[in-house]
């Protein structure tokens, strides 16, 4: 796997995120054309209109992430809208259509820290996309993350001790004015705990479309179901754990209408909490659970098969919040084709603008 390091000013971290990772983002580009307009049936103009707009919003809202967006453009040879797609892919392509999709994310927390981790689902063609991504930035935590290139934020933990996860919702609607959901994960990953994390998203004023954010350290988590209309924290249970698949466990209210998630998120969900309630805490036991096949292809670990399950688990990552590192198996997590620890150097712990730029 790619791996790619960027430090300095967000133009200058964009710069070198796009230049190293040119061919891949190629690759990811092509990849969100096919998603965006197999999945909306929309014109090139009318999703080019919807594109401008959530340009100029983000470039109003957030201008630090779009000069970063920017260099990542520049340093790819792209246009900038293109990395705008790219970086809002999932408010066009489960905002505007009924689109299903599936992960599985858990939290347990320990009476010395917690464990978390992520099996990312998703089409097998988007594994070649896959880059780990190294950002520091001056006065912020370093952030190591496993994202589609060119994508600025995704499923990763920072140098001070919060780690991010990801699921697809299945909550209809766009509202372009809203926080897309790769720039909400990019800020939870520049915050100091959950708490902050959370309080920083809502300030935000409202998400642009939905998905579900678990946020956790060593010494809390929170889960955030979003739409366009609503947001609801989801808390531990009374074993200190977070479990969540790809359907709604809190209450959205009337506005916001969950559409058919996949059938197989309930038993998803409902296994990994069979197995978590024989969980000895260790590390191998947590590793041991993102292997299950119970119900395959459609399992916690899920498999590619033609004509039944169009995806597969392309990575898993378990955060160890004891030790603070984490383990990244690529492909699935039974049979892996890569196997990694993320943990930070001495560098990474100092600020970028201690570091050498």
């Known amino acids: 796997m790619l791996q790619v390091t960027c430090q300095g000013t967000p133009s200058e971290i964009g710069y070198q995120h796009g230049h190293a990772a040119k061919a891949v983002i190629s690759n990811a580009i092509n990849f969100a054309n096919s998603l965006i307009r197999g ?75 917690a464990l978390q981790g992520q099996n990312w689902d998703f089409f097998t063609a988007t594994k070649q996309n896959l880059i780990q991504l190294t950002i520091r930035q001056p006065g912020l935590p370093t952030i190591k993350m496993i994202t589609e290139a060119g994508i600025i934020g995704k499923v990763g933990f920072n140098s001070a001790g919060v780690a991010v996860n990801y699921n697809a919702l299945h909550l209809q609607g766009l509202r372009p004015t809203g926080l897309p959901s790769h720039l909400a994960l990019r800020m939870a990953l520049e915050s100091t705990s959950p708490s902050e994390a959370y309080d920083r998203i809502v300030e935000q004023g409202g998400m642009a479309a939905s998905a579900f954010i678990m946020v956790g350290s060593a010494h809390e988590a929170y889960g955030l179901e979003f739409s366009p209309t609503s947001l609801r924290k989801q808390v531990a249970d009374s074993n200190g754990r977070l479990v969540h698949t790809n359907h709604c466990l809190t209450n959205h209210g009337g506005g916001a209408r969950e559409l058919d998630p996949l059938p197989d998120s309930w038993s998803r969900h409902g296994r990994m909490e069979q197995l978590l309630a024989g969980f000895d805490g260790t590390r191998e036991a947590f590793a041991r659970v993102w292997e299950d096949e119970d119900n395959y292809p459609f399992s916690i670990c899920r498999a590619y098969q033609e004509g039944k399950s169009r995806g597969s688990t392309l990575f898993n990552i378990v955060y160890d919040h004891v030790r603070g590192d984490a383990t990244v198996r690529i492909g699935r997590p039974n049979s892996p084709d890569e196997t990694f620890a993320l943990r930070f150097t001495e560098e990474d712990t100092r600020s970028a603008h201690e570091a050498k730029l």
């Open 39 to 113: 999945k909306t049936k929309k014109t090139a103009e009318e999703l080019g209109a919807l594109l401008a707009q959530l340009q100029q919003v983000i470039a109003q809202r957030w201008p630090r992430y779009y000069e970063e967006i920017c260099g990542v453009a520049k340093g790819a040879e792209r246009d900038v809208s293109e990395i705008i797609m790219l970086n809002t892919r999932t408010e066009f392509a489960y905002g505007l259509v009924e689109a299903r999709d599936g992960c599985t994310t858990v939290y347990c927390k320990l009476p010395n820290g």
